[in-house]
């Protein structure tokens, strides 16, 4: 099955950037998206970003025009550039692809990462 590994998570000061990268691998046929969801403390699991395969994405209203997502669709790899970063950001955050697990499937699968954290704080 597709193994999903994030990267990049840290400390970092308010205002501060970050930046994610999550690399997918294994059996599966294609991914057709790719994105990031977060986890803070005490809240439940939230869409932050998500690229399709045409190029389409989509952010959450807390991190627009802070947060850019990206993707190499070569190396399979996803990214989240992290700008302006707030304490309330701090979470850990969760790398996700949709994908075909063999040529004409019918049915796109999730799967997810296990996570890097990122926290915010002076």
């Known amino acids: 099955q597709v193994q999903l590994v994030e990267s990049g998570g840290n400390l970092v000061q308010p205002g501060g950037s970050l930046k994610l990268s999550c690399t997918a691998s294994?059996?599966?046929?294609?991914?057709?998206?790719m994105g990031w969801y977060r986890q803070p403390p005490g809240k439940q699991r939230e869409l932050v970003s998500r690229i399709s395969n045409d190029d389409t994405t989509n952010y959450a209203d807390a991190v627009k025009g802070r947060f850019t997502i990206s993707r190499d669709t070569a190396k399979n790899t996803v990214y989240l550039q992290m700008n302006s970063l707030k304490p309330e950001d701090t979470a850990v955050y969760y790398c996700?692809?949709?994908?075909?697990?063999?040529?004409?499937?019918?049915?796109?699968?999730?799967?997810w990462g296990k996570g890097t954290l990122v926290t915010v704080a002076s």
């Open positions: 294994g059996g599966f046929f294609s991914i057709n998206a």
């Open positions: 996700h692809a949709q994908a075909l697990r063999r040529r004409y499937s019918t049915t796109w699968e999730d799967y």
